[in-house]
Every structure is written in C-alpha cells, then in structure tokens.
Nanobody, 125 residues
Framework: QEQLVESGGGLVQAGGSLRLSCAAS????????MGWFRQAPGKEREFVAA????????NYSDSVKGRFTISRDIAKNTVYLQMNSLKPEDTAVYYC??????????????????WGQGTQVTASS
C-alpha cells in the first residue's frame, strides 16, 4: 500500500530555515513525479513545488521561487523541501503528494493522487 509521511515541520522565526522530508512506502514512488502543497488557515490548498521522476525538471510557485528547493533521493524513497528565508505568510500545513503523470512536475492538484497527512510549519514575525 502506498503511503507518504511528512516530517520536519516546526516553529521558526522569520528569516529562518526548515527542511521538510516526505518518506514514501511502496515501489511506485520511484517512478512518479512528486510535489509539495500547502494550506494556510482559511485558505485553499495551493501548489508549492514539484519535481519530475528524473529530477531534471522542477517547478515552483512564484511566492517561494528563489527561497525553496525541492529534491529527491530515489534510493531512500524520500523527497525534500528545503525552505530558506521563511516568512510569516509561509505558515501553513505542508503536504507531499505523488503525481499521476511522469516527467511534467505538475502544478495542479488534480494531477496528484496519494497524499501525506501534512506537517505544520509556522514562521513567526
């Protein structure tokens, strides 16, 4: 059974850094794109970053471009989100997800199927 488990969230001061991890179980993780999304209180879930199966294509939302970096380690079945220069507006629950398609690093939720339970990130001002 496919399962995604996020970790690494927490409370950090604005300007600080965190690295989120998403550990996957199940063989199919290694043959699909992966993505990160987030949902702030009272807001819709939104795209953050995505990485293709091969790792050579990445996409970022404009709000995190230049501050966040997505990466993956196929051997460890893990995808990461390095978050630097955090801002209070980055505060949200962060979710990782498995893409339905390969090598496109999709930016829309409908192109993802399995989702993790989320990890809270809070950047205080």
């Amino acid at each position: 059974q496919e399962q995604l488990v996020e970790s690494g969230g927490g409370l950090v001061q604005a300007g600080g850094s965190l690295r989120l991890s998403c550990a996957a179980s199940g063989r199919s993780f290694s043959v699909y794109d992966m993505g990160w999304f987030r949902q702030a209180p009272g807001k819709e879930r939104e795209f953050v970053a995505a990485i293709s199966l091969s790792g050579d294509r990445t996409n970022y939302s404009d709000s995190v471009k230049g501050r966040f970096t997505i990466s993956r380690d196929i051997a460890k079945n893990t995808v990461y989100l390095q978050m630097n220069s955090l801002k209070p507006e980055d505060t949200a629950v962060y979710y990782c997800a498995r893409g339905r398609r390969r090598n496109i690093a999709a930016t829309t939720q409908d192109l993802y199927d399995y989702w993790g339970q989320g990890t809270q990130v809070t950047a205080s001002s």
